[in-house]
């Protein structure tokens, strides 16, 4: 869009171009239309008009129609090919009065044909509409440019806060994902330096861990939380840390006294873990991952739903793990064997020790728990 024209069109006098071959019409018609307050360029030729117009386009044409060489309807055609020159209004004055050659004036784009002789306050009247309508054409087109030009620049401020913010929200979970793979390792790193105390239990953390998530999914426990007993049921033991090393790795029957420390791993077990709050799951499991539903197991002697749900589970995950695992005083038991003594019962170990939801649980899950084992032996 010419803006400088539009401003022309807009501002100021408007430029009126007259294009008439009879030098004396030419005459009369600029001297009223100067009366009138326009700045006027008379030409009696349309091909001197034409190049004039090409330089510095007027705000409308008056164009004769009977001219020689290029007549008005031809000089009007030229113009409307031209781009910066094509919107300008034109309006034919002529002696000829037939519907044809008024229609023909439409047709090649004139905006007025007036009849000649005609009286001037029509010409004048006619004239003033049209410029009228042409500068609140360009008002017009000029306050719609303005505006796309504003929307293109807020549009653009907005892309770039776009991409600034897609840029801070990768880093952002870039650093998230830093920040949860140091705390697993944190955690994966003290629950193997616990295991310095007991005996090799290869991946007896790790299969903990996976157990405790199958029997919270089988529970419809939410995925958050499966995740996070995954994670820190591998710390059920981290109180070994505490132990002297022999009460674990003796193969014969502990004495009364060693028995009391043992069991202590589990209090010690939540004092190395502490009240953070993102290890409350690891700190339940290691303070009561060897109480037993029919209240018989330790250190507090809870029973039932007194003991927190993470315990429950970690509870028959632990067991399972370490009746299949081979001990320097026993074999390991198979899959079949070591879900007949959890279900059944070997005297030592008791179905009454474990929630009756978790027990199910397992019994729906355990070709997982095979499964799972065989994945992570060794
Ligand atoms: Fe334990």
Known sequence: MDISRTNNAIQGKAKIFVVDDVQEALTILRLLLLRSGYEV??????????????????????????????????????????????????????????????????????????????????????????????????LLRQQNELLEMTVLERTAELQNDIEERKLVEIELARQIETTKEAFNNTIYTLARAAEVNDEDTGNHILRVGEFAAILAMRLHLDSDFVEAIRLQAILHDVGKLHAHPDIFKKSGKLTEEEFVKMKDHTSAGAKIIGSDKKLTIGYKIALTHHEKWDGSGYPAGLRGEQIPIEGRITALADIYDALRSPRTYKDGFDHDAT???????????KPEHFDPAVLKAFKETSGLFEEAYKKLQG
């Open 41 to 138: 360029f008379a030409f009696n030729n349309s091909i001197e008009a034409y190049e004039v117009a090409a330089l510095n386009p007027p705000d409308m044409f008056l164009l004769d129609v009977n001219m020689p060489e290029i007549n008005g309807y031809e000089l009007c055609c030229m113009l409307k090919r031209v781009p910066g020159l094509k919107e300008i209004p034109v309006i034919f004055l002529s002696g000829l009065n037939t519907p044809e050659h008024k229609i023909r004036g439409f047709e090649v784009g004139g905006v007025d044909y007036i009849v000649k002789p005609y009286s001037f306050e029509e010409v004048q009247a006619r004239v003033k509409t049209h410029i009228r309508l042409r500068q609140a054409e360009a």
């Open 339 to 349: 879900y007949s003594i959890i279900t059944e019962g070997d005297g030592r170990t």
